[in-house]
């Protein structure tokens, strides 16, 4: 009695109903394949949209890095200047539902030495 299947089966609440009558079964097999045929599709110039989108946003974010790290006070010290600003989300949703969340925190700094 330790099979998981035969202990599964053995507890359905329905193995003892009656199955449904084969018009009405062809009858939901019809409609879901029509729903399913009606179905909008995306269009194909999409991805290429998408995919431009996301590296204008990744070479403007590496040129605004560049651009401010390269910032020195009057001083000339190599100590960057990091404004009291809050951190920015930028948020971008693709048609399928997926969301891609980029937080952008002006005081981040990476710690420790890099290899």
Known sequence: MNDLTSR????????L???????TRDAMRRAIVAAAGG?????????????????VLAVGGAALAHRF????????????????????????RTPGGTRIIWTI????QLGGNLP
């Open 17 to 23: 109903e009656p199955g449904l009558p084969p018009e």
């Open 69 to 92: 790290a390269g910032d020195r006070d009057r001083t000339g010290s190599a100590e960057p200047r990091v404004a009291a600003v809050a951190a920015t989300q930028l948020q971008f």
């Open 39 to 55: 179905a909008t599709r995306i269009p194909r110039w999409r991805q290429p949209l998408a995919l431009a989108a996301m590296t």
């Open 105 to 108: 925190d002006p005081a981040f």
């Open 8 to 15: 599964l089966r053995d507890a359905d609440p329905m193995r």
